[in-house]
């Protein structure tokens, strides 16, 4: 197995208060729908992952 590099490209979430921004740009959501929506376009787009931090916040991981 070779070197894998994992970065979280973006953080996608229905309570902000709850994210601090760092090097990946958050999307704030108005709801779970709207949550679920960003994060799949976002997957197509960047050729990404999405994963559940929790119920209300999701990263979008590159590899």
Do not use: C
Request: hydrophobic share 50%; aromatic share 2%; charged share 20%.
């Amino acid at each position: 197995m070779g070197n894998q590099h994992a970065e979280i490209v973006a953080v996608v979430t229905i309570t902000p208060e709850k994210v601090q921004g760092g090097g990946a740009p958050v999307f704030i959501a108005k709801d779970h729908q709207e949550l679920q929506v960003i994060s799949l376009t976002l997957e197509k787009i960047m050729d990404a992952a999405a994963h559940e931090i929790d119920v209300d916040t999701l990263i979008i991981v590159a590899r």
